[in-house]
């Protein structure tokens, strides 16, 4: 038999070496990042072009390469990082496979411009799919300039493959928080699509952090500090009371290079237990430096985990010393001298004019007239006017015609309402008896005993269904602001603000600004008040990361149950007479009154039967 192994011409293998370096834009951009820090960039630029897909280009003011390293650099296993195996064992650059370029030059247009500090001279090179083009001497400034057009031109389903525009510059921007956060000392510029993303300048691990992710995360951070013979540990974790729902804001670094340990996080999440709900997640930078003999980052192609010789001790060490920080906080006030005085400003107040305060008088004010219970603290909501609230559902039911759905859906909601209130005709509010158990449940008779509510589940579902109604028949009713009201968030958050901006709008939220770090309200929604706006924003924006939703509809419904969840009335609540009646009535109007937009339980009914059969 004739042989018939031959080795892969060298573009092949570098097609080939790509698909496990390159996944998507994200990861050029890792690389040339890494690339510049490796080469003691003091200044890196990152300028991005259609989510990446069209252009991306580092410049930085390193160390530069000489023509001949320029060629070489692109060749696969060409690496100035180690020279032998032992090296792998000490290392101290963020690079070492000498894969990146040879497999980004296999699969993108990829022009390079460099020079040495020491030389007269620049070598400009341009390289297609694994191809010299031209290799010729120019002119610039000390340092390297990279940029890599059209990705994966030569491969369509992989390119056919990559998100919208979007998405992948969300990715980036996560590579790009990671590497800026891992090196504070160097500046870094950050430009998408011909504007300025990110400008942050050589800072401290604290302000590099509050330039990133806006001012107001100054506040929430707690320093972290140990150093033991096994790792020194620096960095932040945010106060317990703002820990998300999401999973974002959480980075390890190792000897700066950022890493994923769920065994480390775990050591985390363990020092905050019984300081957090157990849904959600504390934010956390921590700097680990280790020897780095004493590590293994070799075993991951693109290098986000790491083993370690002893993962016990510094599980432990880790647990102690966050649960140190997070002790120490709240007994001393936390003095921070590198504060820079003009993030301090809380920042609702941030760029608010100061107004003169105003006196209302109700000239129809009649003190002997009997008010309403309104003590503090009991909540009071009004019954909400759910009149043509089956207009929600038009349209999402198929087996209901478009002529006769108002009758039938009707019916449909008797039958509900039926069957607990077994053919009682009256409607609940000549049921003059609820009262609240333990501020969590509403109890309430009916013919044949008992109905039982949880009440904050209750709410959820009537705000839920409001709310889908409002988007659907788009008819939301929205106050407007005396003072605009000014918020900052950080440049993440606003990209995604600005993607559900328009769905936002629907149920009443209006925007006079969103850009830059700053969003502008000049109306909200009425069933959310001016202080709450805060927190129905940062809800949305963590849980629309989580969800990565692209059709509408969806859209609209992660958007209905964030703001049901929110704004509903909680556990603990004190609920009047009047309130409770509401909530009570409310939610039997609800087409879908047995569970909770998260599919719980709403209210279980106990009858006359169950309890006499307690007292056998
Ligand atoms: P690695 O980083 O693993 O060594 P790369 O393919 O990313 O492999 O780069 C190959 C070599 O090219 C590097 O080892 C380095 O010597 C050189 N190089 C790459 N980018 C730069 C840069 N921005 N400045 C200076 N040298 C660079
Ligand atoms: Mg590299």
Known sequence: MADIIKLLPDHVANQIAAGEVVQRPASVVKELLENAIDAGAKSIKLIIKDGGKALIHVIDDGIGMSAT????????????????????????????????????????????????????MATHLRIEGSEIKFQEVCVAPKGTSMSVKNLFFNIPARRNFLKSNQVELRHITDEFHRVALAHPHIAFHFYNNGSELFILPEASQRQRIVHIFGSRTNEKLVPVNEETQVVKISGFINKPEFAKKSRGEQFFFVNNRFIKSPYLHHAVLSAFEGLIKTDSYPGYFLYLDVDPGSIDINIHPTKTEVKFDDEHTLYAILRSTVKHSLGQFNVVPALDFEQDQNLATPYNYKNKDASQPNVTVDSGFNPFQEVAQKSQGVRTFKKQNTEGWENLYVGLESKVGKDDNFSSLKFESETITGSIFEGQQESLESIATTFQLRRKYIVTTIKSGMVVIDQSRAHQRVLYEQFLKNITVNEAVSQQLLFPLSLSFSKTDIAVLKEIKESLTTIGFVFSKVENEEVKITGVPLMVSESEVGIVLDQLISDFQMEVTEDSFSQTDVLAKTLA????????????????????????????????????????????????????
Request: hydrophobic share 40%; glycine share 2%.
């Open 69 to 120: 390293d320029a060629r070489l650099s692109f060749e696969r296993h060409a690496t100035s990082k180690i020279q032998k195996a032992e090296d792998l064992f000490n290392l101290n650059t963020k690079g070492f496979r000498g894969e990146a370029l040879a497999s980004i030059a296999a699969i993108a247009h990829v022009e390079m411009q460099t020079k040495p500090e020491q030389e007269e």
């Open 565 to 616: 969840k929110t704004l509903a009335v909680r556990t603990g609540e004190v609920l009047n007479n009047a309130s409770q009646l509401a909530l009570v009535n409310d939610l039997f109007a609800c087409k879908e009154s047995m569970v909770s937009p998260f599919n719980k339980p709403v209210y279980i009914t106990i009858t006359e039967n169950d309890i006499d059969k307690k007292f056998i």
